[in-house]
């Protein structure tokens, strides 16, 4: 049973500057909830309550967030204002939360096995909080864990891209399973390839359920696309054995990480909540 959500956090959100100068950018709501609570209720919602965070210099926000803070609870304790604080609550009294730091950044694959000491030897799942996702039924990562429970495996989350974005991130190659029409055994994978060299235009997007020997693999991983340690990389080591499979999931994306994203986002959780 997977238990253990790891979120890498330590990033710079150096698209979003001046906003994350001194602010983290999984702190950036969408609407009034940060980014990286819509992560932690999605691993909630697929049953897991262990959140495992890797932080940096400059994200001690996060920290307090879900945490309680005394003076604000005393503050607006019976007044109207105080269930606007019964998610956070309710999501602290489900969960444990533990940090720590990657002290120099140097790619997704070292921020993960930076998480090694807080996982150990048992599959997880990693959330990549600017992929915000949303679904009508099961959450992205609920639909997942049925598809770890079935083949025990690593697990990627698939969406088709236009070919010319490609060198925005990881891109597999593989063939359909068990005569699904969205589940594939992962042949091959590229990190920001050109179009030209992308295998198809199947991206990866923020979720993995990742089994414990990635670790392992990711200590001998060099660096690769930017000069940075890629958990694509790591992650075709097990796909050369079938050890990957690559799902293409139920609902929508949005992708953070980017302003035109957050602002669709924005507009999407507003019309819905109206
Ligand atoms: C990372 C991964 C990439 C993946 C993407 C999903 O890239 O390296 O393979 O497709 O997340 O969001 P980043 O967006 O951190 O540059």
Redo the contacts with the bound molecule.
Sequence with gaps: MIKKCLF?AA?YGTRFLPATKANPKEMLPVLTKPLIQYGVEEAVEAGLNTMAIITGRGKRAIEDHFDISYELEHQIKGTSKEPLLNEIRSLISQCTFSYTRQVEMK???HAILTGETLIGNEAFAVI?A??LCTSTKDSVLKQMIKVYEKYQCSIVAIEEIPMEDTS????IAGNLVDGTDDTYRVTD?V??PDPKDAPTNM????RYILTPDIFDILRTTKPG??G?I???DALLEQAKQGKVIAYKFKGKRF?C?SVDGFVEATNYFYNKQN
Excluded at 168 to 171: A, D, I, R
């Design positions: 890498p990033g790619g997704l694959g990549l600017d992929d925005k991130y990881g891109v994978m990190e920001k991206a990866i997007i923020g696309k930017g940075e890629q958990i694509t992708d990480g």
